[in-house]
């Protein structure tokens, strides 16, 4: 069974980069053929792909915020992380990583961490 977890700051404020870290167990961010995906949800609103890392560690963006995303990882923790420049209070938002067989498609997830954006 595999199992994500999102951990990272519980508040940033205006101007600064947002990181969160997806540590994955039950499954290795390098098996053939996965994607692992950030996805966030503000209040209110619907889900909102940003990204995601293959398993071959190729990177692919969402055009609206590939100016200021990277998704980067480290095998040997079996994680993967999100790094948000240059947010602005609109940014306040659940932030989920998932896996998926294509991308785009998800089938696990993890449970969310809320990120507020404030000064």
């Known amino acids: 069974q595999v199992q994500l977890q999102e951990s990272g700051p519980g508040l940033v404020k205006p101007s600064q980069t947002l990181s969160l870290t997806c540590t994955v167990s039950?499954?290795?961010?390098?098996?053939?053929?996965?994607?692992w995906s950030w996805i966030r949800q503000p209040p209110g609103k619907g889900l909102e792909w940003m990204g995601a890392i293959a398993y071959s560690g190729s990177t692919y963006y969402s055009p609206s915020l590939k100016s200021r995303t990277s998704i980067s990882r480290d095998t040997s923790k079996n994680q993967f992380t999100l790094q948000l420049s240059s947010v602005t209070p609109e940014a306040t938002a659940v932030y989920s990583c998932?896996?998926?067989?294509?991308?785009?498609?998800?089938?696990?997830w993890g449970p969310g961490a809320q990120v507020p954006v404030s000064s």
């Open positions: 998932a896996r998926g067989p294509v991308l785009g498609s998800h089938d696990y």
């Open positions: 039950g499954g290795s961010i390098t098996t053939n053929y996965y994607f």
